[in-house]
C-alpha cells in the first residue's frame, strides 16, 4: 500500500525503478515476456495517469515559470503513452516488437531522467514536505481509479483523465477479468 511518511517524489521515483526494471528484463529476456509486458503496462499506465491528475496540476500552480517545466513533462508523457498503445497493439510475438521496445525504453528513460532532474527538485523547493507526503496519498488513490492500459486519445490534461479515466478504468478491468479467464481456461485446459 505504501509508506506512510512516503512522499510523492519518492513515490514516482520507485515507480519509474520499477518500470526501468520491468523494461530491462523484457529487453533481456529473462522470464514470461507477456507477463511481464502486461505488468509495465498496467503499471505506466496507471503512473502516467496518476501523475497527469495530481502531480502536474499542483505544479502548475506552484510558481510563475512552473509551466515551462511541466508543459514538456506533459509533452514526453503523451508520447510514452502513444509508444506504449503501439506496443501494446503490436504485441510481444511481433517482429517489430523488440525493437521498437528498445525504442521505447530509452524515451521512457529520457522522460523520467527529465522530471528526476527538473519537475522533482522544482516541487521539493515550492512545497513542505507534509504536502509532498499528502500528495503520495492522493496519487495512490489516484491510481486505484486509473485505467490499466494506455489511452492516448482521452487526453493528457487532468480534467480529460478526471473525466474520462473512471469509465476507462471499468472497461479496462472488465477486459483484464475477461484475460485473465481466458488465460485460466487456456491453462486447465492443457
Not at 169 to 176: L, T, Y
Request: hydrophobic share 40%; net charge negative.
Amino acid at each position: 500500500m505504501g509508506n506512510l511518511d512516503e512522499n510523492v517524489i519518492d513515490l514516482l521515483t520507485a515507480q519509474h525503478e520499477q518500470i526501468r526494471h520491468l523494461l530491462d528484463k523484457l529487453k533481456t529476456g529473462e522470464a514470461d515476456k507477456r507477463e511481464l509486458f502486461t505488468d509495465l503496462v498496467r503499471l505506466l499506465a496507471v503512473h502516467e495517469t496518476a501523475e497527469e491528475e495530481v502531480v502536474h496540476p499542483v505544479a502548475r500552480r506552484a510558481a510563475f515559470g512552473a509551466d515551462d517545466i511541466v508543459r514538456p513533462r506533459l509533452d514526453e508523457e503523451n508520447h510514452v503513452k502513444r509508444g506504449l498503445a503501439e506496443l501494446y497493439d503490436l504485441g510481444v510475438d511481433h517482429p517489430d516488437f523488440d525493437k521498437k521496445l528498445s525504442d521505447f525504453a530509452d524515451a521512457f528513460a529520457a522522460h523520467a531522467a527529465q522530471e528526476e532532474s527538473e519537475e522533482f527538485p522544482f516541487l521539493r523547493k515550492q512545497f513542505s514536505v507534509n504536502q509532498l507526503e499528502r500528495w503520495a496519498g492522493m496519487v495512490r488513490a489516484a491510481e486505484r481509479l486509473a485505467p490499466t492500459r494506455p489511452h492516448p486519445h482521452a487526453g493528457e490534461t487532468g480534467l480529460a483523465n478526471l473525466v474520462m479515466s473512471p469509465p476507462l478504468a471499468v472497461f479496462d478491468r472488465v477486459r483484464d477479468v475477461l484475460r485473465d479467464l481466458r488465460h485460466r481456461q487456456g491453462d486447465s485446459s492443457r
